[in-house]
């Protein structure tokens, strides 16, 4: 029994962080109807990037988030002048190729200028806290309370500023926000900017705690694909409980059946999800 | 001349290894085939049935892997594992299809992704496939044509070449057939397909699993040819991305284009990595992302759309088809109902679109269905035709209830419908879209992949495209056609199989008066034929010369019905319409 | 008198449709013109090319001696026009305050709180919910709000499409009456419907619209009373209508 409350706390912290991972690929999915596939690319690259600024500079993780976020920040919004903005009223089947095709542009430039090598942050004795009286590393922890910062900020961002407000707008009725005079595309950039950034600050709370290589994108996909799926997509709401379930369900039927076929068990879920309540847990019925 | 290089290439493709023995340049031209065989695979679901795989690696792999397993570990031939890893492919791939299929944009393909990564996790860690290890074939069954394997490479290029001309067989089969026409207009415009009639979500799973089956073979030979297997070879999402780039790049949607791309892509790739040596590492698949990228942007047709001829840019006039024509016996519409609309409500949250219409449509006329914007007579359309769900109500087509039945099961049951906006197949030729509209029920997979739809419908096409005046355009694609004559292919599609009764959408609306004319003249022709119509319009001259009934309908109910001139007349109509 | 609105010649469509094909049309200051036409004569595609969401083909917008024709939304926007579009425009998922605070988006000074404080006072219905999401309102209550969030921007001129659709009786005459209030603060109303009748006795002026031209234009009143108005409407009501089947061409064979 205590086995099973210890992986549900340290499940639960976990899917914070993957909460955080499927934010910003919701938050895209919702404001433009764009899925984007290469969206676990970006926390490799995050990860990359808040290794070696560990490895050469001696920047703890936590520490270099305020560098890392505002760069992903100009990657997202640089990836939507680039590219997303050319292909936001193609159809489909062109946004999928352009997303999925940048995934591999970004896992084979990592794996160009990185290597097949898998790397970690290594801390020694790093020491531990009692959340809810099991012991969860420091660094875990510390991710857990820096995601759920998150979303609290972006949950004000969207509800008290003027630009959020304007960003919902433009979400719920592109021709709407535009006849107000909102710069629609400027708010689709926001979207990436605020997505991808997002994404990053998951990649540098993760890495103290794991190891990042140039595939690593895969299984963090089907992780957020899974919760936004489960949670409904466009929504912060939506995201956090569909992270937490995600985080609870992995750890929880791994530590009960079996570790390594944990991933079998998402992907179950989310093709349950989809047979039964496409919409997601929070989602309004009707397409 | 062109006949004769249609035999040499072909034969000097397969005498290669007769007189080439450079081991590298074998070795590049299996891969060339059994992945542009996987490409051709991939193309049949992701090119003509547009549904876009990123999974292809999972069937790949769970074709090698099954082949492998049951030859190392119970000596089973090829010859059956590959069928079971065929099977084993297909099952696999209507687990994803099946849930994701009834949804669209942009699941399906996160749900592939997901099923190959799922799979390559699976089989990394599933002992009994040798987890992380992989497979090694046991060599002992080297030589022997019943195992498949060799110590020369030419037998393995004989087979992968093989393998290469199945899977273009099939596709080829498949596209000069009724289902390659029918998956095309899948891929354009589903609801429209359903429409006419087409079980589209039946094509879609036919579509996938054939596909995986196929790319599962490849898999299956591949490792035979490598001898050893691994998650990380057979399952990597490289695979996808391979299969994937050799149709984009060749062009998705036609048999010659995989057969194009499968040789540039692959011996690009092999020469260049060889050139490179290891300092190019993931260079090639940085290039490849890029290619993607770029189609995907500027959405050329691949390398089939550079050689192909350039489209001729002949306008197409609009031929006034049969214009003196002798008078046709006057139609008296019988009292016959045909179909009977009870009580039909549908409020979509909270606002009442349709509150309670009874409507009887007799057999043999044209009933117009009029009424200011916003008064529910698309969405009563909606509702008969199974787009929307009614909250209550029915409506009996000669005494079967229609509703709740699926789109394509509306139309089996003998209605038909065309939308407020043109929705032709813009991409396939005026000829197969007429031909889509044949009858599908009782219409087999099988018969649909092997054979072209019968004579007489191919007459009926015939008639109602010289009928339309469409006759000379038969062979280009409908989206070069004028609106108005799109207009009249959307008419012709629908007739073709001769419903029990048509639902046309604003058939004038958008057309200039010329045309609105003709189509008057061409509804009250087919009508003289014995097809009975129901017609929403606003252009209400066009409804008094055309209609024998007219019902008008406002604020979700139909307010009046009878001759046209009794409901023009009426008080109450010109109140609702015109305002109070 | 010197026009604040003044379209010439101008044709309009989507892709190779043209909708517009040449079309004349005035507002003048503080006036209230309405546009009436059968469905698809174009009548929404005129206010949509007027507020810069659709590129005129040819022809011209002039606003106030200033051509604004190809112009971008926000940019006619601060120009002093205003759109609301058919159906609802409200943001459903955001609060009524909210709704109003956008309606000033393109404003870049900082009273826009206390305009808005003002608004709510002139619509106390919508002080009472500005805490609701928009999409509990009634459609009068939701046409208020357009029409109130469209004051924050102080515009000369204010396009409607088809502001009464859907609307009871009672709610249209109260939208009619804001319309009222409105233009004697001196703000001009170009209003585009199809529920002829009300929306003629409450115009200065009145176009009808028919298969993209301009058919008839008077006073209000005058349209109202036109025989030829209402056989635009209801089709060949001035000849009597031919038997249906009259000279059709063969039927097709098969």
């Known amino acids: ?287 | 001349m062109r006949r004769a290089a249609a035999w040499l290439l072909p034969a000097a493709v397969v005498a290669v290894p007769l007189w080439v023995r450079d081991s590298f340049f074998l070795n590049a031209m299996i891969h060339v085939f059994l992945f542009g065989a996987a490409a051709q695979a991939w193309n049949l679901l992701g090119g003509y049935a547009g549904q876009i795989s990123f999974g292809h690696a999972a069937f790949f792999g769970i074709g090698a892997y099954a082949t492998a397993w049951l030859l190392s570990h119970h000596g089973l031939s090829p010859w059956a594992g590959l069928w079971v890893g065929a099977a084993l492919a297909a099952c696999a791939s209507l687990l994803v299809g099946y849930p994701t299929f009834r949804l669209r944009r942009h699941f399906f393909a996160l749900a592939t992704l997901a099923l190959a990564e799922i799979v390559r996790i699976s089989f990394l860690n599933w002992e009994v496939v040798g987890a992380a290890t992989g497979l090694y074939l046991p060599l002992g069954y080297r030589n022997r044509f019943e195992f498949l394997m060799w110590d020369a490479k030419a037998p393995y290029y004989w087979t992968a070449l093989t393998a290469f001309a199945l899977a273009t067989g099939v596709v080829w089969v498949v596209d000069r057939h009724r289902a390659g026409r029918y998956l095309r207009a899948v891929e354009q415009d589903e609801d429209a397909a359903e429409m006419l009639g087409i079980p589209t979500r039946r094509y879609k799973l036919y579509a996938m699993g054939l596909s995986a089956a196929l790319t599962a073979l490849c898999g299956g030979l591949y490792a035979l040819y490598v001898l050893y297997i691994d998650p990380y070879n057979v399952m990597a999402s490289r695979i996808s991305l391979l299969v994937v780039v050799i149709a984009l790049i060749g062009g998705r949607g036609t048999v010659w284009g995989p057969v194009l791309g499968a040789p540039f892509v692959v011996l690009l790739n092999e020469y260049t990595r060889a050139w490179l040596g290891g300092a190019g590492s993931g260079a090639d698949f940085i290039l490849f992302g890029l290619v993607v990228v770029l189609l995907s942007l500027y959405q050329p047709r691949g390398l089939v759309g550079l050689l192909a001829k350039p489209a001729r840019p002949v306008p197409v006039a609009v031929a006034g088809a049969g214009a003196e024509a002798p008078e046709p016996p006057p139609t008296a519409p019988r009292e016959e109902v045909v179909l009977e609309i009870r009580d039909v409500r549908k409020s979509f949250g909270g606002v009442q679109a349709v509150r309670g219409v009874d409507l009887s449509v007799r057999r043999g006329e044209i009933l117009g269905l009029v009424g200011p914007n916003g008064a529910g007579k698309s969405t009563l359309f909606d509702c008969l035709t199974g787009f929307v769900r009614p909250d209550a109500g029915s409506a009996r087509l000669r005494g079967r209830p229609l509703l709740g039945l699926a789109p394509h099961r509306v139309a089996w049951a003998g209605l038909g419908r065309t939308f407020q906006a043109i929705r032709v197949f813009p991409e396939l030729s005026v000829w197969d879209n007429v031909l889509c509209g044949a009858e599908h029920r009782g219409e087999s997979l099988w018969e649909a992949t092997a054979g072209e739809a019968p004579r007489a419908v191919q007459d009926r096409a015939t008639a109602l495209l010289r009928f339309f005046g469409l006759w000379e355009a038969r062979d280009r694609p409908a989206g070069e056609l004028s609106y108005g004559q799109q207009k009249l292919l959307s008419l012709a599609m629908v007739v073709l199989r001769e419903p029990e009764v048509v639902l046309l959408d604003e058939p004038a609306a958008g057309v200039n008066p010329v045309l609105v004319e003709e189509m008057g003249r061409h509804l009250r022709a087919l009508n003289a034929a014995g097809l009975t119509f129901v017609v929403i319009e606003h252009n209400m001259e066009f409804v008094m010369r055309t209609c024998h009934r007219v019902a008008f309908m406002a604020e979700g109910q139909v307010v009046t019905a009878g001759r046209p001139e009794e409901v023009q007349r009426d008080p109450r109509v010109l109140e609702l319409y015109y305002g109070r | ?254």
């Open chain 3, 1 to 254: 008198m010197t026009e604040l609105l003044d379209v010439r010649d101008l044709h309009a469509g989507y892709d190779r449709r043209e909708v517009l094909r040449g079309v004349d049309v005035s507002v003048g200051p503080a006036e209230v013109v309405v546009m009436i036409g059968p469905n698809g004569a174009g009548k929404s595609t005129l206010l949509r090319t007027v507020f810069g969401f659709l590129r005129p083909t040819r022809g011209q917008v002039v606003l106030a001696g200033e051509p604004i024709g190809g112009l971008e939304p926000p940019e006619v926007l601060r120009r002093g026009v205003c759109y609301v579009m058919q159906g609802y425009s409200v943001l459903p998922n955001l609060s009524v305050y909210d709704n109003l605070l956008l309606g000033a988006y393109v404003r870049r000074d900082r009273r826009v709180r206390e305009d808005v404080e003002r608004v709510l006072d002139r619509f106390p219905v919508l002080r009472e919910r500005r805490r609701h999401p928009a999409r509990v309102l009634s459609g009068g209550e939701r046409r208020m709000l357009e029409l109130a969030r469209v004051l924050l921007l102080f515009p000369k001129l204010v396009l409607l499409d088809e502001p009464t659709l859907g609307l009871a009786p009672s709610v249209v005459d109260q939208v009619y009456g804001m319309v009222h209030e409105l233009r004697a603060q001196g703000i001009a109303f170009f209003v585009v419907e199809q529920n002829a009748r009300t929306a003629l006795r409450n115009a200065d002026r009145a176009y009808v619209l028919e298969q993209g031209r301009v058919r008839f234009e008077g006073r209000g009143e005058e349209i109202l009373h036109h025989p030829e108005v209402q056989r635009a409407y209801l089709g060949a009501a001035a000849s009597p209508p031919a038997a249906p089947g009259a000279p059709p061409p063969p039927p097709p064979p098969g």
């Open chain 1, 1 to 287: 029994m205590e086995l099973v409350w210890h992986a549900a706390v340290s499940g639960a912290v976990l899917g914070l962080v993957y909460a955080l991972v499927s934010l910003g690929l919701s938050l895209i999915w919702g404001v433009m109807d764009v899925v984007n596939l290469a969206h676990a690319e970006y926390l490799m690259l995050a990860m990359y990037a808040t290794y070696w600024l560990w490895a050469l500079g001696k920047v703890d993780p936590l520490a270099a988030v305020p560098v890392v976020v505002p760069v992903f920040f100009g990657f997202g919004w640089l990836t939507y002048q680039l590219l997303v903005r050319r292909i936001v009223r193609a159809p489909v089947a062109a946004q999928i190729f352009a997303t999925f095709g940048l995934l591999f542009v970004l896992r084979y430039a990592a794996f160009a200028a990185f290597g097949p090598n898998v790397y970690g942050v290594w801390r020694l004795g790093e020491g531990t806290v009692s959340v809810l009286g099991v012991p969860v590393a420091t660094s875990k922890a510390a991710a857990g309370v820096v995601s759920l910062a998150a979303f609290l900020g972006l949950s004000a961002f969207l509800r008290f500023t003027k630009a959020g407000k304007a960003l919902q707008a433009a979400a719920q009725s592109r021709e709407v926000a535009l006849s107000l005079g909102i710069p629609v595309d400027r708010m689709y950039a926001l979207s990436w900017g605020i997505g991808i950034a997002s994404v990053a600050l998951a990649g540098a709370l993760l890495i103290p705690f794991y190891q990042v290589s140039p595939t690593i994108g895969d299984a963090f996909l089907l992780v957020a694909f899974a919760s936004v799926v489960l949670g409904g997509f466009g929504r912060v709401d939506g995201a956090l409980v569909g992270g937490l379930c995600i985080g609870l369900l992995e750890n929880l039927l791994g530590t009960l059946l079996s570790p390594t076929l944990k991933l079998l068990f998402v992907f179950a879920v989310f093709v349950l999800m989809l047979l039964v309540r496409p919409q997601g847990l929070l989602g309004e019925p009707g397409r």
